[in-house]
C-alpha cells in the first residue's frame, strides 16, 4: 500500500481514507445492475447525444458509436451509455444498492450522475469492491494484519469469510466483460503478455483523478492518482498513468 509520495511530508493515507471520485470506474456496477435485470453482454445499447433536463453528458471524445454492444460500451467506456443503461434498468437506488453490497461504503447520489460515478469512494473500497467480478461473486474484507506476535506468542487475525454477492454466471460475464476493457478498449495499457488481465479505467473532470482497478491472476489491484487540493492533472487519464502502473506493479509481483 503505498498513501502518498513521502510519509515525513505527508502522513495522509489516501488509499484508505481520501474520498474521490472514481469517473468511469464506477460503471462496471452500473453494467451489474443491468445484468441482474435481465441484460446480457450482447445486447445493444444506444452510444449517442443525450440530454436530462439542463444535463448533457458527453462521451470523452464526443465521438459517438450507435447502437452496441454493453460489452462494447464498457470497453469503450461510453457515458451516454451508462446514463442510458442506468436509467433503463434499476435507476440510481438499484445501482447504488449493488455498489455497497459489493463493498463501497460511502453515500451514492441518488441521480443519473451516479452513472459517471460522481459518488465519492476510497482507493481501498473501490479495489475491493472489484473482487467479486473475479473471484465468482464473493465479496471480501480486505485486512492488511494477518498476525500479532508479542513474547513469542502469534496470534493470527480473525479474518472476516467472503460472502457471496453476485450469482456466479454473472461474476464470470462481468470478468469477460472487463477483460475485453483491457484487449480492446480504454485498458489496453495495463495489457500483459501471456496473462489475461481484467480492469476499468477512470478519470474525472479535467483530470483531477485518474483510476485504474484491475486484476490479474489471483492479483487485485486498485492505482488512484490526482492532486490533495483537486487541481487539474496535466495529459492523464485512467489508461495512461494508473493503467501503465498496473502493469508495472503486477510484473514486479510476479506470479
Do not use: C
Request: proline share 7%.
Amino acid at each position: 500500500m503505498a498513501g502518498g509520495r513521502d510519509y515525513r511530508k505527508s502522513p495522509f493515507n489516501r488509499a484508505v481514507a481520501a474520498r474521490r471520485q472514481p469517473g468511469s470506474a464506477f460503471k462496471p456496477f452500473v453494467w451489474l445492475d443491468a445484468l441482474e435485470h435481465g441484460a446480457t453482454p450482447d445486447d445493444n445499447i444506444l452510444d449517442a447525444p443525450l440530454r436530462l433536463g439542463a444535463w448533457s453528458p458527453a462521451d470523452y471524445e464526443n465521438r459517438y458509436l450507435g447502437d452496441i454492444s454493453l460489452t462494447r460500451a464498457l470497453e469503450v467506456s461510453s457515458n451516454t451509455a451508462a446514463v442510458r443503461l442506468l436509467l433503463k434498468s434499476g435507476g440510481p437506488t438499484a445501482v447504488a444498492d449493488v455498489a455497497h453490497r459489493l463493498g463501497i461504503t460511502a453515500a451514492l447520489p441518488n441521480d443519473a450522475s451516479l452513472a459517471l460515478g460522481t459518488g465519492e469512494v476510497t482507493l481501498l473500497d473501490l479495489t475491493a469492491a472489484y473482487a467479486p467480478f473475479f473471484n465468482g461473486g464473493d465479496a471480501i474484507t480486505p485486512t492488511g494484519i494477518l498476525a500479532v506476535t508479542i513474547d513469542n506468542r502469534t496470534t493470527p487475525t480473525a479474518l472476516l469469510p467472503p460472502r457471496r454477492v453476485i450469482d456466479e454466471d454473472r461474476a464470470a460475464a462481468m470478468a469477460r466483460m472487463l477483460d475485453a476493457v483491457v484487449a480492446h478498449g480504454t485498458g489496453r495499457a495495463a495489457a500483459i503478455p501471456g496473462k489475461l488481465v481484467g480492469g476499468k479505467t477512470g478519470t474525472t473532470q479535467d483530470s483531477r483523478d485518474a483510476w485504474f482497478i484491475g486484476a490479474v491472476a489471483n492479483q487485485l489491484i486498485g492505482v488512484w492518482l490526482g492532486n490533495d487540493d483537486d487541481h487539474p492533472m496535466k495529459n492523464v487519464n485512467g489508461g495512461t498513468l494508473p493503467a501503465q502502473l498496473f502493469r508495472q506493479i503486477a510484473v514486479e509481483l510476479g506470479p
